[in-house]
């Protein structure tokens, strides 16, 4: 496929969401999409909405409304399954661990390697693990201890292989470098730059805006439910984007008092 | 025996045991043996000398061990399932009802049903009244299983109604009545005269189980060997190799010094053709079809706890619900699965118990559901979840027996027993949670 095709069809378009809890509109009609080898950054204050709205894609939760399309085609997604068996994988926040169980059980869960006899192929497994930790954080070696006793940075590197393993097309990223160090954050840096350089899209949710400008190469702002606009992030600064996310406008309707108290 | 794959339990906290710490610690993880399994082992050991020497020296003797592994049966086959679900970070507190249900309805089949349609005796009574006892214990498994997963009601609640409805339901069955006796054949399975399988049989299982156990080490080494890591150091492969065969030969020399008592013996020698000699002869009795239905029960459940995707989705669903569902593992269906599971081994715990008493009562199991969660708990499974193997288990209820074996050999009084059982359980879990947070 030529560039210029894959520009045409979206990898994702997730068209007007709507999620509620109660009374509450967690995500009130929200469009986003996402092209291959992109990485879309979803940005907002807490309670915003990025991480329900980024739940209806990965299956974790279901949309009251709305059209999510995967190249084009119209899709239901009602679990993480039917996310998975779409090439769409999840780094969650809470990194999602089955805290009892060693790094390659928590790689391959649900996807467990099998001997010829129908058994789990525990060896199998450790080694793929081994391959892929040699790549993402070589210094992480005891893989067969409980995740419960690993570091920060080593569970997290557990998150991303779980993710990166399976040729995914599409990754959600939700606050992937929170619970990491400054070495370990460049390390997630050049990962996400090497997966979008294989094609694959990304939607990264991050609080650091700084991180969102080295990595992103469009913001998608979200407000009380509702999106505030999508920028490119060539065309802002960032004082722009904390215009969005903190006034609720486009760059181009924030007034100079607005500006101003912005900066007060 | 089922402590041989201590490190295939890599779901236990025990792996991580002893971390940091120097010398002995280091040698056992050099050795990769699961400590705490080892502590247990030796808890046990110091108890049976302390009850050997309290009763005046009749606590060791091959009769009372004999005996012993019998009485530990019924309550290690539940005890097994008992982990998973509490590893699920469920409670089935049915068990002991349910128990007395199946076992009803299994009587009832074999004394007064079938023996109309086939006749008093015919083999199909017998595997009839097995398989509907076991279906019957997968249903109510099922059934429970299927309100706490799908409904959403605590299994706590779900199986403390179960208590109560087939506590009920097994007194309906059959208007209170006993029900007695079993089928021939189907008596076998508790034991007794005929339940059990001969000395030679017995060191054929012995033999075969320490060809079994190295078969398994040489196969694991090999695999590690062929994926690049680093085995477990050879002599500690042959040193455990080496204890393991000798406990499992030295159990069976034990079990086969326990010779039948001389009226069976004689009429064994009848039916057989021997001569009697002068002075009587010694028979061997071998294992005791409970105890054999035991083994194969731990060994099945082990397999499936440690070698199936089922056993691993048991264990993270325990260790993180919402990340084994966002794994993509069906964890209501697994939940399911493994209250059917559970209520299966209760049917196979009914069928040992009824053909044991050789008649069923509706107040049978009463209470059992406590010795059952009890001998999980002092096991190592966690109620918290996520944490609990199988040969922790089949020790606990081996503990558990051992307690009251013991106190019933010394002359305890039984409202003291109960009292003692209930004090060990609570000492045994403090003991466990001191040492777990000394260990992480």
Known sequence: ????????????????????FGGVHAVDGVSV?????????????????????????????????GQIKIDGQDVTIDNPRDAK???????????ALAENIDAPGNMFLGRELKTRWGTLDDSAMESETRKVMARLNPKFTNLKVPVASLSGGQRQSVAIAKAVYYNARIIIMDEPTAALGPAETTQVGELIKQLKSEGIGIFLISHDIHDVFDLADRISVVLQGKLVGTVDKDDVTMDDVLGMIIIGKLPDDVTQTEREQLHG | MPDTDAEETAAAPASTAGKGAGGIAGFFRTAEIDTRLLGMIGALIIMWIGF???SGGTFLTARNLWNLTVQTSVVAIMATGMVLIIVTRNIDLSVGSALAAIGMAMALLQTEILPDIFGIGHPAIWIISLAAGIAMGAAIGGLQGAIVAYVGVPSFIVTLGGLLVWRGVAWWMASGRTIAPMDATFQIFGGGARGTIGGTWTWVIGIAGCIGIIALMVSRRRQRI???????????EIGIGTVVCAVVIGAVAVINSYPMPELLARK????????????GLTIAQGLATPVLVALVVALVMQFMATRTRYGRYVYAIGGN???????????????????????????????????????????????SELYVIAAAVIGGTSLSGGVGTI????????????????????GVDAPLQDIVVGIVLIVAVALDSFYQRKAV
């Open chain 1, 85 to 95: 068996a779409l090439g769409i994988e999840t780094i969650y926040q809470t990194l």
């Open chain 2, 268 to 279: 064994y020698a009848e039916e057989n053709g021997i001569a009697w000699p002068e002075g």
């Open chain 1, 1 to 20: 496929m030529t560039q210029e095709t894959i520009q045409q069809t979206p990898l994702v378009e997730m068209k007007d969401i709507r999620v509620a």
């Open chain 2, 226 to 236: 062929k994926f690049g890591f680093t085995p477990r150091p050879m002599w500690a």
């Open chain 2, 321 to 367: 619900p919402e990340a084994a569902e966002l794994a993509g593992v069906k964890t209501r269906w697994t939940i399911v699965k493994t209250f059917m599971l559970m209520g299966v081994l209760v049917a196979i715990a009914a069928a040992v118990l009824i053909a044991r008493l050789n008649a069923a009562t509706s107040g049978m199991g009463q209470l």
């Open chain 2, 391 to 410: 040969p922790g288990a089949v020790l606990g209820a081996l503990v558990m027996q051992s307690l009251i074996s013991g106190m019933v050999l010394m």
């Open chain 1, 33 to 65: 999409d996402l092209y291959a080898g992109e990485v879309v950054a979803l940005v907002g204050g807490n309670g915003a909405g990025k991480t329900t709205l980024i739940k209806t894609l990965s299956g974790a939760h279901k949309a009251d409304s």
């Open chain 2, 52 to 54: 050997n020497i309290m």
